[in-house]
């Protein structure tokens, strides 16, 4: 059974940082693109991050270049998102989920090729 658990969300100041992890089982992660969505109240799922199974592409939406840093440790079944910077309109619930149809990220990413979702971790952003 595949299963995907983000952890490391909480909250977080402006200006600070949050390390997210996505620990996957049941599947071999070296082998899978594997891409982080946020999804704010009221808003739908969006697309942040991408990192290649084929290669050591990475990917980002506009809004968070420069401030997050996707990155994975396939000896650990884990990826990584790392947010710097913090600003107020990340917060949102962070999710992790493998393509199934490509080792190569596309970006933006095909929505429905993305499978095996976490529950979820939640990033709030408070002064």
């Known amino acids: 059974q595949v299963q995907f658990v983000e952890s490391g969300g909480g909250l977080g100041q402006p200006g600070g940082s949050l390390r997210l992890s996505c620990e996957a089982s049941g599947l071999t992660l070296r082998d899978y693109a594997i891409a982080w969505f946020r999804q704010a109240p009221g808003k739908e799922r969006e697309a942040v991050s991408c990192?290649?199974?084929?290669?050591?592409?990475?990917y980002y939406t506009d809004s968070v270049k420069g401030r997050f840093t996707i990155s994975r440790d396939n000896a650990k079944s884990t990826v990584y998102l790392r947010i710097n910077s913090l600003k107020f309109e990340d917060t949102a619930v962070y999710y992790c989920?493998?393509?199934?149809?490509?080792?190569?990220?596309?970006?933006?990413?095909?929505?429905?090729?993305?499978?095996?979702w976490g529950q979820g971790t939640q990033v709030t952003v408070s002064s």
């Open positions: 989920a493998a393509n199934l149809m490509r080792r190569r990220c596309q970006w933006p990413p095909i929505r429905h090729e993305y499978d095996y």
């Open positions: 990192s290649s199974a084929s290669d050591t592409s990475t």
